[in-house]
């Protein structure tokens, strides 16, 4: 099947155009820019399908390296068929989706069991992430580590025949979520044989807030408290990673402190990224004392304050920051009320950012799908998407940037409608996307085609 996608305003993090893209299937056959001759005659081309963008913008389909699926056991909070639907709705077409489920996702077979159940709803590319520990317990190793299981995964075998082995196929990154391993011993033995497995691991660096709570109740402030503990979670994963060889991934960096330890690692050469969240650079404590600092403006890390809000800009800017990514953290209003960290945020992530970064000029709209897209994908080692290239899969996103609209949580398609932005006004809104060159979401736009 051969798809025109024409009149469209093409964006990628090396293109901004007027342009036309061809599918050949699945893949991205060819992209013209205006004032390029046209290699094809497209009435000899056998074209199925037009699809008329009329100015509208067409951008590489979102990469998210951190969400929460709650798939297996929250079906209240989530499923797996409602994330993915969230995920659409928002521009993404490929997700890793942490590991805190109910079980854990702490083996390869869990991994991959999830990974066949979200291929048979064929909707998302979906990639689960790997416990570093038994249950997240934090006092073994996740079974998914021993040297039996990397023999198992074939891994070992690859290797020993040579060829350059890029990890399970369904297992992108490592992660014991919204805590790292308590134990240093351990958290390091974890971390070396990630980096075996070539595995980036990706460190929350807020202890769960632990720390912070038990300050708070004793009467000392929990912001103050909450950030050091931030900060000094972020350089210690920086060391054991060091230490290990390791990838250390550093989830969402919410403090200037911690983000000012990444760019000194960074500096040093150390193996290093990081990502913000839609979030943390768009509000601060005030909007989470108006939310309801111990409900619905509750997440870990906490919103920060300005200064720290402005230096993750700031970070975006000149390039320390490598991606943007969600935590969409979906909570019924119950949990919400009792005090559940987490925001509702794959539908309303390109809005918030284009609205905050490319609508106030901090960032060109190049600039925000590198940090959505082609990043996220080169941290998770897929090479074969992230930009609008002949060649690469048709994982696209149609967006209209003059489009305002205001963020109504009933119109969700995640069963999550704790989102920080609820009532408010956002600019760019995306109406239709495409996975492996299939219309899998449409707002509407196609209707009218
Ligand atoms: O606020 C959060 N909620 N931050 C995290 O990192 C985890 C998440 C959750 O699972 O609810």
Redesign the pocket.
Known sequence: MKTLLQNFRIVDASIDAIGAVILHDEIIRDVWVKGEAIRYDIGRMGIDRVIDGGGLTLMPAFIDMHA?FRDPGFPEKETLESASLAALAGGYTTVIC?A?TKPVIDTFEAAQALKHRSNALRLIDLYPALALTRSMAGTELASGFSALDLIRTSALKDIALGFSWPGPRYVRLCSE??KDVADDALFKEALVRAAALRLPVSC?C?AGGHEALQAWEAGQPYSIWSRIEENVATERAIRLGREAGAHVHI??VSTKEALARIRAAKARGESVSCEVTPHHLCLTESDAASLGSESYGR??PPLRNEEDRQALIAGLVDGSIDAIAT?H?P?TSGDKEHG???FSGLETSFAACFTELVGKGHLSLSRLSALMSVAPARLLRLFDRGAIEPGLLADLVVVDTEAVWHVDTALFRSRGKNSAFSGRALSGKTLMTLHAGSVVFDRGFGAKL
Do not use: K, R
């Open positions: 929460h942490m805190n979520d919204g929350h807020d989830a969402h997440v870990n935590d953290a909570h559940s960290p987490g």
